[in-house]
């Protein structure tokens, strides 16, 4: 009976401690020099609207309708989505890394994949458009 005890809260503490550790991957080199293709002047109010729009279907569940990492589904899981309105945190972030991670994933959480060879299925183009968007919209 002791050692089952013991071994529930080992294992209790090991998964404390194994959320508090986790960082999310750092894209390899390329990925970090490269620059996003979207252009400010194609900043508009149309723009703003269409992405908006996937950005609400696709993303917003987690990381909330103003990009502060509490959408509703956000409670429930372990790894937090990340918070696109944390100034400090996002000026540390390169375009090219937010690309690659939505490329890619985060293993072990659920960023799932969202590029083109996903389930998700969105063009590279949509991702760069995702990145101009959340930086616009939620980075002030
Ligand atoms: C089911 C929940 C969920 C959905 C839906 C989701 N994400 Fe995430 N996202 C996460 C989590 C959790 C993390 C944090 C991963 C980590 O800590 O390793 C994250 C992290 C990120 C990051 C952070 C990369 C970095 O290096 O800081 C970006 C960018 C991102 N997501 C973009 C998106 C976009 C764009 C969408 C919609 C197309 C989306 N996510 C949909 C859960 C989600």
Redesign the pocket.
Known sequence: MKAIGTIIILSILTSVVNAEE????T?PQEYLDMQNPIQQSEIDEQFLKRVGR??KR??S???GKKGDGK?Y??ES?E????A?SNHG?MIS?KDG??FW??LNG?E?????P?GPDSD?G?SEEK?WE??TY?RHEFTK
């Open positions: 986790h960082q999310i991957p894209a996937l950005y696709k993303c569940k987690c990381h959408g589904h956000a899981i790894i937090k989505p990340a696109f945190y972030r890394q937010l991670i939505m985060s072990g959480t659920e960023m799932v969202v998700v969105l991702l995702l990145v959340i």
